[in-house]
């Protein structure tokens, strides 16, 4: 089975562009949750969808938003981009909506840099 | 919000030997499910093992136990027999059993193994 298919693997944007970044689950996984991850701040936590509704949002500004489509597949835009942006950016599938003890799947990132 | 600790942010373990990686977290909530991640270099997050807040019973994956108190609000993850592929940051990670797929993640560790 395929894993966590995340595109593009690096990203250079200038201040103030915007940028999508895509994310396919794993087969059959309805649940996809983004990460921001920065030396800095570790791991936080952005937003999960799970059957094309947004279910949990953390505490980022409404710059970063998301959607998934019918095929699970999902998308985080970020627009207006600042320095502070630059980060790895994990997209993350499961099984369930988190009412059971399925882990996480994870891809291997998008690398944005903003300059 | 819950918070995750991992108190070494780096270890080093000769090959072949026993090292752990400890582990708390705070909550006011009895019902929830804690895990250890592993992140080598490639960046992928790969689960390395999974507990139950439920389960008294320590969980176990070949060389990887966890020591789970759950009074002590302490998670801590053994690794045996260390092979040079063990090298990774490991990041400690709680989800409620009630919010969804939101993760709580810890700051990590990075474990190097010495041959």
């Known amino acids: 089975k395929a894993g966590v298919t995340q595109t593009p693997r690096y990203l250079i944007k200038t201040r103030g562009q915007q940028v999508t970044l895509s994310c396919s689950p794993i087969?059959?996984?309805?649940?996809v949750s983004w990460y921001q991850q920065t030396p800095g701040q570790g791991l936080q936590f952005l937003f999960e969808y799970f059957s094309e509704t947004q279910r949990n949002k953390g505490n980022f500004p409404g710059r970063f938003s998301g959607r998934q489509f019918s095929n699970s597949r999902s998308e985080m835009n970020v627009s207006t981009l600042e320095l502070g942006d630059s980060a790895l950016y994990l997209c993350?599938?499961?099984?369930?909506?988190?009412?059971?003890?399925?882990?996480?799947?994870f891809g291997n990132g998008t690398r944005l840099t903003v300059t | 919000a819950q918070t995750v600790t991992q108190s070494q942010p780096e270890m080093s373990v000769q090959e072949a030997e026993t090292v752990t990686l400890s582990c708390t977290y705070d909550t006011s909530e009895s019902d929830y499910y804690l895990f250890w991640y592993k992140q080598p270099p490639s960046r992928q997050m790969i689960l390395v093992i999974r507990q139950e807040a439920y389960k008294q019973q320590n969980a176990t994956e070949n060389r990887f136990s966890v020591n789970f108190q759950k009074a002590a609000k302490s998670f801590s993850l053994k690794i045996s027999d260390s092979q040079l592929g063990d090298a990774a940051m490991y990041f400690c990670?709680?989800?409620?059993?009630?919010?969804?797929?939101?993760?709580?993640f810890g700051t990590g560790t990075s474990l190097t193994v010495i041959p």
């Open positions: 990670a709680y989800r409620s059993a009630d919010t969804g797929n939101q993760f709580y």
């Open positions: 993350a599938s499961s099984l369930a909506h988190g009412t059971d003890n399925s882990p996480l799947h």
């Open positions: 087969s059959g996984h309805r649940s």
